[in-house]
C-alpha cells in the first residue's frame, strides 16, 4: 500500500481544509511540511509551517539533490525535501503532500508508487465565488489564480484518483476512503478526466467568465 499520497486542487478548492482536517483525525497521516524561501507572516511557526530558509540555503539543496520537487512561484522557492518524507515514512505514518501540478508531475517521476488524488471544484463559477469570498486579493489577483487554476486541470488527466468538492463532507468521507482506506474514489479515472474536459468548457462558454474577461481588457 502507498505510503505517500499527493493531493492538488486549484487554488480556492479547498484543499488545505480537507488535507488539515484529514491528518487531525487520522494520527497515521501526516503532511508533509516544505521548505520556502518567503518570508516568515506574523503567526507563523519555524517547522510548523514551513521549513523558513534562504535562497543560498535552498539552491545549496536543490545542487545535492535533496529536493525532491521544488518550484519558484512570485518570486519565492518552495520544495519537498526528500528528508522530510523520509522523517515521516520511518514513523511508519502516511505521508500527505500537498503540492501543485508542477510538484505532483516531478515526484510521480520519482516515486511511482505514490498515489495522486485532484481535488475539483464543482464548476469554474463557483470557484470563482469562492477566490471572492476570501476577501484577500485584488482582482487581478483573483483572476491570476483563476487563469493558474485553468492550467491545473488541463493537466488534470496526470492523476489516480478525482474527486469533486461540493459538499465538504463528501468530498473529506472520500478523500478518507482513498487515503486511510485504500480504496478507489467514486469517480473512474475516465469520469474525472471528463469532469476537467468539463471544466475547461466552461471556461469559453461561461457568461460571468466573458464579463470577467472583459474587465481585465483580454478581448
Known amino acids: ?47 510548523q509551517s514551513y521549513h523558513f530558509v534562504d535562497r543560498d ?14 518550484a519558484e512561484v512570485f518570486g519565492n522557492l518552495y520544495g519537498t525535501s526528500k528528508q522530510e518524507i523520509d522523517r515521516i515514512t520511518k514513523d511508519g505514518k502516511k505521508v500527505l503532500l500537498e503540492i501543485d501540478v ?9 516515486l511511482s508508487t505514490a498515489t495522486s488524488i485532484f481535488i475539483l471544484p464543482p464548476s469554474v463559477e463557483e470557484l470563482w ?6 476577501g484577500t486579493d485584488r482582482l487581478d489577483d483573483r483572476w491570476k489564480r483563476l487563469m493558474t487554476a485553468k492550467h491545473e486541470i488541463e493537466v488534470g488527466y496526470l492523476y489516480e484518483h478525482f474527486l469533486i468538492n461540493d459538499d465538504r463532507d463528501k468530498a473529506f468521507d472520500e478523500l478518507k ?30 457568461p460571468l467568465l466573458h464579463s470577467l474577461r472583459e474587465k481585465m481588457g483580454e478581448f
Not at 129 to 134: D, F, I, S
Open 102 to 110: 508542477q510538484g505532483a508531475r516531478s515526484v510521480l517521476m520519482q
Open 177 to 206: 476512503k482513498v487515503i486511510i482506506e485504500g480504496k478507489h474514489s467514486s469517480l473512474t479515472h475516465s469520469e474525472g478526466v471528463k469532469l476537467c474536459q468539463n471544466l475547461l468548457e466552461e471556461f469559453d462558454t461561461s
Open 57 to 70: 540555503v535552498f539552491q545549496q539543496m536543490i545542487l545535492r539533490g535533496e529536493m525532491l520537487e521544488w
Open 1 to 47: 500500500m502507498s505510503q505517500v499520497f499527493i493531493v492538488s486542487a486549484p487554488s480556492g478548492t479547498g484543499k488545505t481544509t480537507l488535507n488539515t482536517k484529514l491528518a487531525r483525525e487520522n494520527s497515521c497521516v501526516e503532511i508533509s511540511i516544505s521548505h520556502t524561501t518567503r518570508t516568515m507572516r506574523s503567526g507563523e511557526i519555524q517547522g
Open 129 to 134: 465565488r469562492r477566490l471572492e469570498n476570501r
